[in-house]
């Protein structure tokens, strides 16, 4: 019988699970199943998301692509095609990362992540920064919070944490792809992590990161920690593929299209497009919009009848009717800052959240006894 609701999908055919953890001697394979039905098979594999390079050139936004290609990322970021989850959880149950290189074993094939491997199913190399959290020595002039405040598009804005909501238009779109694509997790999106700032601060110098060594990190804390998604499905699925894994008979399912980053894509996260087809931050937006009112109100009553009263026939309200739709209005916007600020300390607390589990993983594996 298959287990019902959301819980771990058991496999009641024994034979099955001991051909995807095949090890030499049955007690490593028993251990590797154990693993896998007590913490693995419960974990959510995180929805992908890919984005075209070209298609962001087509939709004139150029000074991202030209940073996203100099880090070496369009084959990366362009990753889609058939995913298998249940072999990916196989991979993350018998993960390690040594020395740099990612190893798994699938189905009883050794996994060695190589630098070939990695430039033939990515074109990634491991050229560049290895940088995390709390590794950043070799970034002489990074400052956190001078750096999120040159992102902002009022540097001199009062903000409450790391929000993504007050970045202008390039920061913008390097932070969506660094949550999503880069170093993915599953929730907390709305405010960038110190991880965050330290990619999107290379990303936008111009300093080259080594990707495999992050994309390495990533999935050790995806592994490590309980509740963290595991991350990099279709990465994962390639690499089954180059390493000629039989995949016959597996749970395969295709990247949807809706993964893929569009205009809705841009519009969901408060970017807009112009009468010219540019691509400008809804704030922008929003002072073109008054810039325009106020040109129309200086023109005078010359102007106004020349354009036979259209002017006004948007704002034929009495002064007390307007007064109330300014009320509304700011209490509105009163209320959408309120939301934006107890949604960024939940989503710190998050954060939080996931620091406290980090350290209570690395205590347990200093306590494990080493054999």
């Known amino acids: 019988m298959k287990s019902q609701g959301r819980g771990p999908r058991y496999v009641d055919n024994t034979g099955r699970l001991e051909a995807w953890f095949a090890w030499e001697t049955k007690e490593d394979s028993q251990k590797s199943i154990d693993a896998y039905l007590t913490t693995y098979s419960r974990k959510i594999v995180n929805i992908p998301k890919f984005v075209r390079l070209e298609w962001l050139e087509e939709q004139q936004l150029h000074g991202v692509c030209e940073l996203l ?128 700032l330290i990619l999107m601060y290379c990303i936008i110098n111009r300093i080259k990161v080594n990707w495999p060594y992050v994309i390495a990190e990533q999935m050790e804390k995806a592994k490590r920690l309980p509740d963290y998604r595991l991350p990099y499905v279709v990465l994962i699925s390639k690499f089954l593929q180059n390493f000629l894994i039989p995949l016959e008979g597996e749970l395969e399912e295709p990247v949807k299209q809706t993964c893929e980053i569009s205009k809705s894509t841009l519009n969901k996260i408060g970017l807009t497009q112009d009468n010219n087809g540019r691509w400008i931050t809804q704030g922008e937006a929003e002072n073109e919009e008054q810039a325009e009112e106020a040109a129309g109100e200086d023109a005078g009553p010359a102007e106004h009848e020349a354009t036979g009263g259209e002017a006004g026939q948007g704002s034929g309200y009495s002064r007390f009717e307007q007064m109330m739709i300014d009320k509304l209005d700011n209490l509105t916007m009163e209320q959408k800052n309120n939301h934006e600020f107890y949604t960024a300390r939940f989503q710190h607390l998050d954060h939080q959240m996931e620091v406290v589990q980090d350290q209570l993983a690395t205590m347990t594996t200093w306590n494990q006894p080493h054999e």
């Open 69 to 196: 290609e100099f880090q070496g990322l369009k084959r990366f970021l362009g990753l889609t095609g058939n995913i298998y989850p249940d072999l990916t959880k196989v991979f993350f149950t018998n993960l390690k990362v040594k020395d740099e290189k990612i190893k798994s074993r699938v189905k009883g094939m050794r996994m060695l992540v190589s630098s070939v491997k990695w430039e033939v199913v990515a074109g990634l190399n491991y050229e560049g920064l290895k940088i995390g959290k709390g590794n950043t020595e070799e970034l002489d002039d990074y400052n956190k919070i001078t750096f999120y405040r040159s992102c902002l598009r009022n540097p001199q804005a009062v903000t409450r944490g790391f929000q993504v909501g007050g970045l202008s238009l390039i920061p913008r779109l390097i932070a969506f792809i660094v949550v999503w694509i880069l170093t993915p997790r599953g929730h907390n999106h709305a405010v960038l992590h110190e991880e965050d």
